[in-house]
């Protein structure tokens, strides 16, 4: 029972952090090196190197540590808070002073 319990819960884990790695790679692909600022693209950039991390830990069954899965919970509530500002494309904040962006 308890062998089942844990592979529900990996099966749960490979799936969110597939889902953050989709999210962040379709960020990633609006945010533009001349027209959003760098620390927009390495926060994403860096969300999803961190969530593939904790996907290979749960796809080769190394024991995933609670702060590991505090981490990508907090990155997955960041995806979905800031879901419907990405709605139209990359919010206003993401830009730099460029007359072309927004």
Do not use: F, Q
């Not at 379709?26 to 991390?53: E, V």
Request: glycine fraction near 8%.
């Amino acid at each position: 029972m308890m062998e089942a319990a844990l592979l529900i819960a990996r099966i749960a884990g490979v799936a969110v952090c597939g889902l953050i790695l989709v999210a962040c790679i379709c960020r990633l692909d609006l945010l533009t090196p001349r027209l959003h600022k760098l620390g927009w693209r390495l926060m994403y950039l860096l969300y999803a190197a961190y969530a593939g991390g904790v996907l290979i830990d749960l796809a080769t069954a190394v024991p995933v540590d609670w702060y590991e899965a505090a981490g990508i919970a907090g990155v997955l509530i960041h995806i979905a808070l800031t879901r419907r500002l990405w709605r139209d494309g990359p919010p206003s904040e993401t830009c730099k002073e460029h007359p072309a962006c927004n």
